[in-house]
């Protein structure tokens, strides 16, 4: 098999460990072609597992990349949030996928340092070894056990309590939808949970806040602010959970993806930024 078919065969593999360690795919996109660049220049004859190499290669690379995004973000206007992307049926299927791939998940994982965050990802989601692992963020596999022990237990403390079932979260979402458009603020107070917490991303572009905003009541205000241009919400598969693609004057508004436990939205992920909302027209492939 040639250099060009090995690499054209874990692609999608390798975009989704790139995207789930930036959580931008433009720079997944970025870091795969430098993966490309690297990959032809390797003598094929020598490696034996084509698909650790080529994860060692792109971990690499998007581990560069994270530590240059951080100083980035440092001068990012409000909240940074994902890039969100389309994808297709068989992402929310794979429950462990879909929950990796999250908003809630990939905006979690930003409070993990670039090292933990790559072992965490190539551990937990995509189950390599852990002398794998060490080749790739170049450390001891002693290391990469106690940082792989130390990232789980950090997001274990901050995820969602419990996952709802796909039935109970698209009835939150209905209820949610319909409160929304019909502004119905009795009915909206009772899908959200008292202590939402409610994350808009603007980048300087739109309008959102600059901080995270919390509890029931000024949710609902911010969201009666912001939606009195009004627009059409329809609901799409983003990141394997269902969220609201809003639209005003036929063009792309908003995202808004939630996070629901125990009947109730705990969690808006709001994304305006229009540079973060231009792959919501075409299906991204993620895979593990």
């Not at 072609?33 to 220049?41: A, K, S």
């Not at 993990?112 to 965050?117: A, C, I, N």
């Not at 794998?132 to 450390?139: H, R």
């Not at 994350?199 to 009541?217: E, F, Q, S, Y």
């Amino acid at each position: 098999m040639s250099a060009t078919d090995v690499f054209v065969e874990h692609r999608n593999l390798l975009f989704t460990v790139a995207y789930e360690m930036l959580g931008s795919a433009a720079d997944a996109e970025d870091v795969l072609q430098e993966t490309w660049l690297r990959w032809v220049d390797v003598d094929q004859d020598a490696v034996r597992d084509e698909r650790a190499y080529l994860v060692r290669i792109t971990t690499r690379l998007a581990l560069n990349r994270m530590r240059t995004n951080a100083r980035r973000r440092e001068a990012y206007v409000g909240p940074w949030l994902p890039e969100p992307l389309l994808t297709t049926p068989d992402v929310a299927d794979d429950v462990e996928l879909a929950d990796s791939v999250s908003l809630a998940m990939l905006t979690l994982l930003e409070t993990l340092g670039p090292t933990e965050r790559a072992v965490f990802v190539l551990r937990e989601v995509f189950d390599f070894g852990y002398d794998e692992i060490a080749a790739a963020v170049e450390k001891t596999p002693a290391a990469v056990r106690q940082i792989a022990h130390r990232a789980r237990s950090h997001v274990e403390e901050r995820r969602p309590r419990a996952a709802p079932t796909a039935s109970q979260r698209d009835v939150v979402l209905q209820r949610f939808m319909a409160a929304a458009a019909t502004g119905d603020i009795q009915s909206l107070m009772d899908v959200l949970a008292p202590d939402v917490v409610l994350i808009t991303d603007g980048g300087g572009v739109k309008k959102a806040a600059l901080r995270p905003i919390l509890g029931r009541d000024k949710v609902i205000r911010f969201l009666d602010g912001v939606s009195e241009g009004g627009g059409d919400a329809e609901v799409v598969l983003v990141n394997g959970a269902p969220a609201l693609r809003i639209m005003v004057d036929g063009t792309l508004d908003t995202l808004v993806a939630m996070v629901v436990e125990d009947g109730l939205v705990t969690g808006l992920y709001a994304i305006r930024n229009p540079a973060k909302l231009a792959r919501l027209d075409a299906v991204t492939a993620l895979t593990r």
